[in-house]
């Protein structure tokens, strides 16, 4: 039981940290009206602990090969 509170509070600081840099992007862009290079690597990796930590992937196509460039999907709706 210990074991999962852990790791749901490892969740919870994962999803405030994304939350925290995307809502300074937000903030940032609506002020300057531009974006820095430096909220490319921070989307890039929020992205990427959101695919790792909940398991979504790129779905399949008919042909058999992953579709990178449309919209994930959770990995046991495979």
């Known amino acids: ?3 999962k509170l852990k790791d749901i509070e490892s969740l919870r600081d994962k999803l405030l940290d994304a939350h ?4 300074n992007i937000l903030i940032y862009a609506g002020e300057a009206y531009t974006l820095d290079l ?4 921070q ?5 990427h ?3 790792n930590e909940f398991d979504f992937e790129p ?4 042909d058999g090969n992953r579709q ?8 046991e709706s495979q």
């Open 38 to 41: 430096k909220h490319l690597g």
């Open 1 to 3: 039981m210990a074991r």
């Open 68 to 75: 990178y460039w449309a919209d994930w999907v959770k990995k």
């Open 59 to 62: 779905p399949v196509g008919e």
């Open 49 to 51: 602990m959101l695919h």
């Open 20 to 23: 925290n840099k995307l809502r």
């Open 43 to 47: 989307i890039d990796e929020i992205v």
